[in-house]
């Protein structure tokens, strides 16, 4: 998943890039931006949550929080590189990047 883009970020950027406010009006190559614009619209993108369902997943994620803190208190001193609970932190970061509205 380290491929994920912002696809409103790309399509400011093509917009800025080739000056695209009329997608259809316009020389070729602004025709062919305007289409690859339409395309990217046209790709599914996750679904947000709604308001009750991030409700659940931040209560979810904070019960998992807290055995993830007793663990890693637990296996502190055998030396393991993971720290569960900076693995949830960056689940959070991460479903909310994707699926928050």
């Not at 996750?46 to 803190?69: G, N, Y």
């Amino acid at each position: 998943m380290s491929d994920l883009i912002s696809r409103q970020k790309l399509i400011e950027s093509l917009q800025e890039r080739y000056k695209l406010y009329d997608w259809d009006d316009g020389g070729a190559e602004k025709a062919e931006c305007g289409a690859i614009i339409r395309e990217i619209f046209a790709f599914s993108s996750a679904e947000p949550l709604t308001d009750a369902e991030q409700r659940i997943f931040l209560k979810a994620i904070s019960r998992e929080e807290e055995v993830c803190k007793i663990v890693d208190e637990e296996y502190k001193d055998e030396g393991y590189k993971l720290n569960l609970v900076h693995a949830c932190h960056e689940i959070e970061r991460k479903v909310k990047g994707v699926l928050w509205t």
